[in-house]
């Protein structure tokens, strides 16, 4: 079975599709014709690659994707540019994890696929009795209202914890939520929490994208880490020296 993997373009995306290739993983990628990606991966025999934009696929064609693939992750995200920010499409990684959702289960696979979204500290898990101070929820207010990658991170969270739940029959889902995202060359050794141990406004701490990318595909690769953390919004940290 196959991972289909969305954003992998991305700065984490692309540590995401090593991580997975290291580790042996048949590798499905969803990438526009422009987006820049290693030379290297036209001629991977461990990766398949598919030219397009997810926001114009229709479910047909997503389901058609999906049909040998054991896992979807989806590093999906706004480009850091006014038009990627402010433009259309708003709910970008949203109808994205809706479209995969909705796909799956017109496939009705026989065993459940694994879907791993990549979201953000700043994001509650309103399942859990977590810490939420009043200037928290004054600066994640103005930041639903200014920045829309922040509502569409959440939307899309919810949309796997309240419309997918926990007992779907054809989609387990783990929403990974690193903290500052930083640049690293090498994986490090990091920690995973149900919950922030930090203020991810006020005090947020550090993950290398590459520790992410090494935990996510840790998830889809080891049975007993996935049944620890299914149905969870995992936070993810480097783990400080001392």
Known sequence: M????TGASGATGLRFVEQLVIAGQEVK????????????????EHIELITGSISEMSREHMAEVLKNCGAIVS?????????????????????????????IQSNAPAAPVKFVLMNTSGNANRDLNEP????????????????????DNEQA????????????????????????????????????????????????????RINVANYMARLITEPDLWNTWKGQMPVVYNKEDG
Do not use: M
């Open 75 to 103: 590093c999906l995200g706004h480009r850091p540019t006014f038009k990627g920010i402010y433009g259309k499409p708003r709910r970008l990684v949203h109808d994205a994890v809706k479209l995969i959702c909705e796909s």
């Open 157 to 208: 969270a919810d949309y796997l914890r309240l419309t997918i739940g926990q007992d779907d029959p054809y989609i387990q889902w783990v929403a990974v939520r690193p903290d500052g995202l930083i640049n690293e060359e090498a994986v490090t050794n990091y920690e995973v929490f149900p919950s922030p141990v930090r203020n991810p406004i006020f005090n947020a701490g550090k993950t290398s």
């Open 29 to 44: 990628i969803i990438v526009r014709s422009t987006a820049e990606i290693p030379e290297a991966w036209h001629h991977d």
């Open 2 to 5: 196959k991972t289909l993997v």
């Open 132 to 151: 939420n101070p009043i200037l928290n929820r004054i600066v994640i207010g103005l930041l639903r209202v200014l920045l829309p990658p922040h509502p």
